[in-house]
């Protein structure tokens, strides 16, 4: 492998900024310093350097759903995205509880060899909510968390026995928190835009008691749990008191969350559909100020994606979700940074630090010796989202004609150049 300098550009961590030069050898980050020369020379001028981006909750729907995504179309959108490392749910068919399945994505990701795969296995078998899946042939085989992700794990019971068995094996749970009987049959949020369109409302109840239920479980067995998805103002209530009483309780949003309002329903375009659904402008400050106090752990995508014919019909029978790996990272740069004060820090932090720990992965940092998984940003560029130009096959996004600032212009992992300035290398 040639070593490869990326010269003069701005350093950020979770905890410094500085410009520097990053010398890279054997997939590892071997100097830090000025006046740095290697086989070849990326000049990273007025850029800015970041610890490899993570996503721990993205949809590759490989096996079963290749129609809607793949791992090699998936992994191409998020090195484009500057992710270096995706979390997969388990939610394929067949369903990802077993260790042979396990297997298969992560062969498949290394005959892609772009963003690092990293699988989440199933709570349940067959995500039925019914009896637990092989959890410790599966954290043998590869996965870093267990989620039922898609269906809630009914029986409090038996999210006590997965908190239990998930920590012997070293790992954590992550909850999707929806009481279905509350939101059965809802498409967006409940209120007055659900009221003015005619469309069935979720309440932000059915997603709130149930965060309230892990909570509690957490703090009953002194057992750590992850919060997928978060969107209410409740929710982040409940997480910032819980994390104040000393509960091992951590918490995810995504971009449109603090990106969007339920006001985009209104022209009944299915993008907007997505599961919890977007909610109001006290929700949105409210996920903001979670994020800036630290309630709020990370962001991540959630990235959904759908085939056109999923989409493109009815809103009370389209699919849930929204491709997100291709435009996170300026979205969170757009609303979070530019237009709420949220520092480069904090943002390196929610993004790649934070759930690196959480997930229990080497990632998050540069420093010398660590594995070179680098994302190169130019903070200065600014474009329009536009879904057809995706590496992704879900172009199902509400943010199509929105202007951002911000992109990836190189991504490295394991020391590799995998994409550069609009281009899949390798």
Known sequence: MESLVIKNGTIITDTDTYISDILVENGVI????????????????GKHIF???VDMHVHLREPGYEYKEDINSGCRAAVSGGFTQIACMPNTKPVCDNAAIVGYILMRSKEVGLAKVLPIGAVTKDEKGEEL?????????GIVAISDDGQ???????????MEY????????????????????????????????GLKGIPRAAEEVMVAREIILAETLNKKVHICHISTKGSVALIREAKKRGVKVTAETCPHY???TDDLICNFDAATKVNPPLREDDDVKAIIAGLKD???????????PHHNDEKNIEYNVAAFGISGLETAFALAYTVLVKENGLSLNQLVKLMSRNPSAILGVEGGEIRVGAKADITVCDLNSQ?????SKFFSKGKNTPFNGRAVCGNAVLTIVDGKVVYKEGNICG
């Not at 071997?30 to 001028?45: E, P, Q, R, S, V």
């Not at 899946?133 to 085989?141: D, R, V």
């Not at 474009?383 to 879904?387: E, L, N, Y």
Request: charged share 25%.
């Open 166 to 197: 998930a920590e012997d094996f070293g790992l954590t749970v992550f909850s999707h928190c929806e009481d279905k009987k509350l939101s059965d049959g809802g498409v967006v949020n409940e209120g007055y835009n659900s009221s003015l369109c």
């Open 383 to 387: 474009w329009v989202i536009d879904s």
């Open 133 to 141: 899946a092989e959890i410790g042939k599966m954290k043998k085989a």
């Open 294 to 304: 630290g309630t709020i752990d990370a962001i991540a995508t959630d990235h959904a």
């Open 51 to 53: 610890p490899g981006l």
């Open 152 to 162: 809630p794990v009914w029986d409090a019971r038996l999210m006590r026995l997965a």
């Open 258 to 260: 603090f990106s969007a």
């Open 30 to 45: 071997a100097k830090i310093g000025k006046g740095l020369t290697a086989d070849k020379i990326y000049n990273a001028d």
